[in-house]
């Protein structure tokens, strides 16, 4: 079975199975802005091994097999009727002949009254199909008497439910999918939805994005125009006024930056200056650059860029686990490093060299530790491939990637809204993600 289930939140938790794990898809949102979420359920279930189930089972067979021959028996009883009534015509005609012959018939008289009388003969073998129907119906009345009182026996033992009792028994199912918000909170990327263009401004590179780390209350959204030199960043106080051009405040950064890999993460913007491979951390609400530190041995200034190029040597993501640093070095001879990085002091706390080369990706994103990468910035992209930092491993994948616009130089996963940011050739453009999970019988994702 593959019930859909809609949820408030991106997160939901799902009773388990006594031999297996469920499989569940989540997606951000449906047109109506909730969460969609698909659990596909053990075949062997306690359902299918339940003795009510089996025998409910087995009287929805039961009435199958009686509305099938029900169906039959309309049928057969409408073409019958159809053909008595013909013959009620032809019997009504005989005896207007039969009185007005006054006893006396001629031959010819006689000869047409035969014929119709033959006419007549496939009567007896319909009336016996009657007798027969009959029959059929008083084994049907039986049928759906045992029917009936097989029903009421279950309903006894399972209890009679009414209205409201549903709707109890629904609202205890959903309390349970909606507790789920931790344990689903990560799964592996099986779907992108087509885009959602949200505004058309600016030049054909650039970034904009929200904070990942904000209450949802907060849905300010930055926006900074070009892909070097640039310091101004434009804060809009809602994604509304960000679409309408309105109700925004301007940053002036005390350093350029290179690039459009920046992110904001806890009131903080992380980004590369310019000409350097350095991290810098602007925060918002002071107007001050509070760290700023050397990514060891990263290139810069398009030594490692995407294949757009644009300055876009280093990369960095925001998932559901921190900060991360995407770039490469000579050391690892222009394949593509992943860095966790400490938000406060921007120190390196791991490093994973994927083996993929960085010129050969077009861009990439971070979800729940994998770092997924598209094989072009242009029309024809894909997710071609996903590196996972939790096994050191990596493998190709084929997730279709609708570019609209033909050059995407910004490409973003945001854990709050569960939803690709993406600067699309002068287009902001927002995809929705589907993560598949499977939730083991211990209870751990």
């Given amino acids: ?30 047109p109506d802005g ?15 091994r339940d003795g009510r189930s089996r025998e409910l089972r ?15 028996l309309e049928l057969r009883t409408y073409r019958d009727l159809q053909y008595v009534r013909g013959m009620e015509t ?29 006419e007549l003969l496939p009567l007896s073998s319909v009336l016996e199909q ?23 026996t279950i309903q006894e033992e399972m209890g009679a439910y009414g209205y409201e009792d549903l709707q109890q028994r629904v609202m205890a199912l959903e309390a349970r999918l909606h507790a789920c918000a931790q344990k ?28 990942t780390m904000a209450p949802s209350a907060d849905s300010r959204v930055w926006y900074m125009d070009g892909y070097y ?9 809602t994604l509304g006024d960000f679409i309408k051009g309105q109700n925004f405040i301007q940053h002036l950064l005390p350093q350029p930056w290179a690039g459009t890999g920046h992110v904001v993460y806890n009131g903080s913007l992380f980004y590369n200056k310019y000409q350097s491979n350095v991290v810098v951390k602007y925060h918002f ?41 995407v770039y490469t070095t000579n050391q690892n001879a222009g394949n593509i490093v992943v860095s966790r990085l400490d938000p406060h002091t921007l120190e390196v706390m791991r490093s994973w060299d994927t083996g993929y080369p960085k010129r050969s990706a077009g861009e990439a994103f971070m979800i729940c530790g994998v770092l997924y990468v598209t094989n072009s910035h242009l029309a024809g992209a894909k997710v071609y491939f996903a590196y996972f930092t939790n096994t050191s491993s990596y493998e190709y994948t084929d997730v279709p990637f609708h570019n609209q616009y033909s050059h995407i130089s910004m490409l973003d996963y945001n854990p709050r809204e569960r939803a690709l940011y993406t600067w699309n050739n002068g287009h902001q453009v927002l995809y929705n993600v589907t993560l598949f999970h499977v939730i083991s019988t211990s209870g751990d994702p």
């Fill in 285 to 325: 609400r002071s107007r001050s650059v509070l760290v700023q530190r050397s990514l060891p041995g990263a290139g810069y200034n398009n030594t490692f860029p995407y294949s757009w190029g644009g300055f876009s040597d280093m990369d960095f993501m925001v998932d559901e686990s921190g900060l991360w640093a």
């Fill in 90 to 118: 032809l019997m009504r005609s005989l005896d207007a002949r039969l009185r007005a012959a006054d006893g006396s018939l001629s031959a010819k008289s006689f000869q047409e009254l035969k014929d119709r009388m033959t």
């Fill in 130 to 152: 009657y007798k027969a129907d009959t029959r059929t119906i008083v084994r049907l009345r039986e049928d759906v008497r045992n029917l009936s009182g097989s029903l009421a």
């Fill in 184 to 211: 689903l909170g990560c799964g592996k990327l099986t779907g992108v939805s087509n885009p959602i263009t949200v505004r058309a401004m600016g030049s054909r590179f650039g970034s904009w994005m929200t904070d």
């Fill in 1 to 30: 079975m593959l019930p859909r289930l809609k949820c408030s939140g991106t997160t939901i938790t799902l009773f388990q199975s006594p031999e297996e794990g469920w499989q569940l898809y989540t997606s951000a949102q449906a």
């Fill in 34 to 48: 909730k969460c969609i979420c698909t659990a596909v359920i053990p075949a062997q279930s306690t359902c299918s």
């Fill in 58 to 72: 087995q009287l929805m067979e039961k009435v199958q097999n009686v509305s099938q021959s029900m169906e039959v």
């Fill in 229 to 237: 030199k640039g310091r101004r960043v434009l804060e809009f106080r």
